[in-house]
């Protein structure tokens, strides 16, 4: 049988600041906002400040000819989000949110700075893709979170 050889991509990883944050707060802040988790996945999170995220939202954003419908819909973006910024930033304070949309159910992004929670849409098809907003906005209802 043939070995096969991999070679690692290069990336370039924009310089961000990087900030830890406990289980139990972020949890408190999660259920503050009136927000519900799935689960908590870890009992750190490592998450970055707005300007950090300004950088790293932009290579989040995944291309809207990716969609199949029930197979690589909605939360399909969102969790791919989620697992491209845990293993390219190695910040796990980036989650999947599952809510409402105008157009029906959805699911997006939630990440996390050190005073806030922010929303993040990663389909470059919807019009507020790219652009991090405030729970609620652009009609974006959200109920559970998984992080």
């Given at each position: 049988m043939s070995k096969?050889?991999?070679q690692t991509?290069?990336?370039?990883?924009?310089?961000?600041?990087?900030?830890?944050?406990?289980?139990?707060s972020l949890l408190i802040r999660i259920r503050d906002a009136g927000l519900y988790p799935f689960e908590m996945l870890d009992n750190w999170y490592y998450c970055t400040d707005d300007d950090g995220w300004i950088e790293i939202i932009p290579h989040l954003c995944l291309n809207s000819s990716l969609y199949k419908p029930e197979r690589r819909d909605c939360e399909w973006f969102g969790l791919k989000a989620m697992v491209n910024c845990h293993?390219?930033?190695?910040l796990n304070?980036?989650?999947l949110v599952i809510g409402n949309h105008p157009l029906g159910r959805h699911g997006w992004n939630i990440l996390v700075?050190?005073?806030d929670l922010w929303m993040f849409e990663p389909n470059d098809g919807f019009p507020e893709s790219g652009q991090i907003f405030s729970i609620g906005g652009f009609g974006y209802d959200p109920e559970r979170v998984l992080i």
């Amino acid at each position: 049988m043939s070995k096969f050889s991999f070679q690692t991509p290069v990336k370039h990883i924009p310089s961000f600041k990087e900030y830890k944050i406990d289980r139990v707060s972020l949890l408190i802040r999660i259920r503050d906002a009136g927000l519900y988790p799935f689960e908590m996945l870890d009992n750190w999170y490592y998450c970055t400040d707005d300007d950090g995220w300004i950088e790293i939202i932009p290579h989040l954003c995944l291309n809207s000819s990716l969609y199949k419908p029930e197979r690589r819909d909605c939360e399909w973006f969102g969790l791919k989000a989620m697992v491209n910024c845990h293993s390219d930033y190695g910040l796990n304070g980036f989650g999947l949110v599952i809510g409402n949309h105008p157009l029906g159910r959805h699911g997006w992004n939630i990440l996390v700075t050190p005073d806030d929670l922010w929303m993040f849409e990663p389909n470059d098809g919807f019009p507020e893709s790219g652009q991090i907003f405030s729970i609620g906005g652009f009609g974006y209802d959200p109920e559970r979170v998984l992080i």
